[in-house]
């Protein structure tokens, strides 16, 4: 489970070249924000992670763990 800030910059990315700089999942152009309103809607993670083969459960951790954090992660990986 990934609980760790250090471990979010594994799988989560904010480049201005993807998405305008939202947080996506690394290697993606799939936003954060999109998988929190998924999930908001209450699409079962399995339904989420068979309609996007690349994403992981471990990527669904890392962006719950991420909004939990959201401002200090964002000053964290911002800087880097």
Same mark, same amino acid.
């Given at each position: 489970? #990934? ?18 700089? *939202? ?7 799939? &936003? #954060? ?11 079962? #993670? ?9 994403? *992981? =459960?471990?990527?669904?951790? &890392?962006?719950?763990?991420? &909004? &939990?954090?959201? =401002? ?9």
């Amino acid at each position: 489970m #990934v609980q760790n800030i250090s471990e979010i910059s594994n799988y989560i990315v904010i480049d201005q070249g993807i998405r305008f700089g *939202k947080p996506c999942i690394k290697s993606t152009r799939i &936003a #954060v924000g999109d998988i929190l309103q998924w999930l908001s809607e209450g699409i079962p #993670v399995a339904e989420i992670l068979d309609d996007y083969p690349l994403l *992981k =459960e471990v990527h669904i951790q &890392a962006v719950l763990t991420f &909004a &939990a954090r959201r =401002e200090e992660i964002t000053k964290i990986m911002v800087a880097m």
